[in-house]
Every structure is written in C-alpha cells, then in structure tokens.
C-alpha cells in the first residue's frame, strides 16, 4: 500500500457472520452470544495464529489492528496481552516481525460507547461499527426488514452515542472513524463530520456522492446538523 496504513479487523465470527467449520454450538441470541474477540477468548488457537501473522505482516507495511466485539477494558486489555505474547513468541524464535502495531477498537456496543473516554487511554484508534451499534442500541435486530423502517441506522440515540465516542477520541488525540451503512449514507456524512468523526468507509461506488456532500456544507454547518440529528 506504498506506506499507507491498512486496517486488519481480526477474526469477527458469529451472530450474522457464521462459520461453519469451526461447528459451533446453537445460541437462541447469536448476536448476544459468542461472537468476534469473545470467540477468541475460547479459540485462542485461530486467535494466536492470525495474530501472528499479522505481526508478520506488519513488517511489510503500516499495518494497524482492530478488535471486533469490544465491550470491557478487560475485552481490550486480553487483546492486548495476546498481541504481546505472539509478538514475544515471534521474537524467540528469530521470525521476522514487528511489534510496535496500532491496536484499536470497534464501538459496536453501547458499553464501548459510553466508557470511550477509558477506551481511548489505551486504544490507538476507533471504529465505529453503525450496523451492530444501531442493533443493540434499538433493540432491533438488524437482519429484520420489518423492523429497519422503525429503528433506522440514523435515530438520535446511535448519534450521540456515536458523538460520546467521538468527543473521547478528540480528547485523547486519536483518530475515529464509521464503518457499516451509515457510512454510506450521503445525508449522513456532514452530521458525522459534524460529530467529529475523522473518517467513512464505505463502498468505491458511494465515495463521489459522500464526496459531494461534504464539499457541500461548511464545518459550521455540519456542526449544526449533528446538533439537529441528535435532538429530533
């Protein structure tokens, strides 16, 4: 990537992002079950491997790592120690690698979202993961069609939780960004500027139109729609 940073979200299995392989048990509430760094917690084996491989790839490139399904400090400070030990591990046995990776988080649960403030002494970065956060902050699952009309990706709570996370990583210097739909969305893009977010990511094909959005309001005035979007 000729010296840009590229972004490894570890292993993010379960709820909709099944895996069949791995034969895992049934839940009645996959999405509040086993899923993403709670996984790893009971797979460290898969864990321990990819971790590895990132360390080792990270020799080639600004690589940074994301941590999926964060809800506790103690989610993020495991993820960390494991980091440490396949970094250590890597050393010991003289394979090339480097060490010093970027780990952030995912906000994707309320929990991460409302304790940001305590994420960002020790994460490098965040992500806002909309699509899970809009889910448990409605209520709602998101893979219901019926439901989507009623609790929609933009309602004001998910913005000013998404707003609490971004006003902890202005405090902490570190960058924030939204990926999953509400990144896509052109209506939503000043009010996340707005918001303070730093980066979207989304589909190539909806990059002109954010774009356009964008270039489209002042500061000010994306300002002043986040303002709105979280008191409608």
Not at 163 to 174: N, P, Y
Not at 182 to 195: F, M, N, Q, R, T
Request: charged share 20%.
């Amino acid at each position: 990537m000729a010296g840009r940073p590229v972004v490894i979200r570890t292993i993010d299995i379960g709820g909709d992002k099944p895996l069949p392989y791995l034969n895992m048990p049934h839940e009645e509430n996959p999405f509040l079950g086993v899923r993403g760094l709670r996984l790893c917690m009971q797979r460290t084996d898969l864990f321990t491997t990819q971790l590895r491989a990132l360390l080792r790839a990270a020799a080639y490139g600004d690589l940074w790592i994301m941590l999926p399904m964060v809800a506790t400090l103690d989610d993020l400070r495991w993820g960390r120690a494991q980091l440490q030990d396949a970094a250590a591990a890597l050393a010991a046995e003289g394979s090339p690698h480097r060490a010093d990776v970027r780990l952030g988080v995912m906000i994707e649960t309320p929990a991460a979202a409302v304790t940001a403030d305590l994420f960002a002494r020790d994460a490098a970065f965040f992500s806002i993961g909309s699509n899970d956060l809009t889910q448990y902050t409605m209520a709602a699952d998101r893979g219901l069609a019926d439901l989507a009309a009623r609790y929609p990706h933009d309602a004001p709570a998910v913005f000013r939780l998404i707003g609490m996370a971004a006003e902890a990583a202005e405090r902490a210097g570190i960058p924030i960004g939204v990926c999953g739909e509400l990144a896509g969305v052109p209506a939503a893009a000043p009010i996340l500027a707005g918001l303070g977010v730093n980066e979207l990511s989304m589909a190539p094909a909806m990059i002109p139109q954010i774009k356009e959005q964008l270039q489209g309001v002042t500061f000010e005035q994306a300002r002043a729609a986040a303002q709105a979007a979280q008191a409608r």
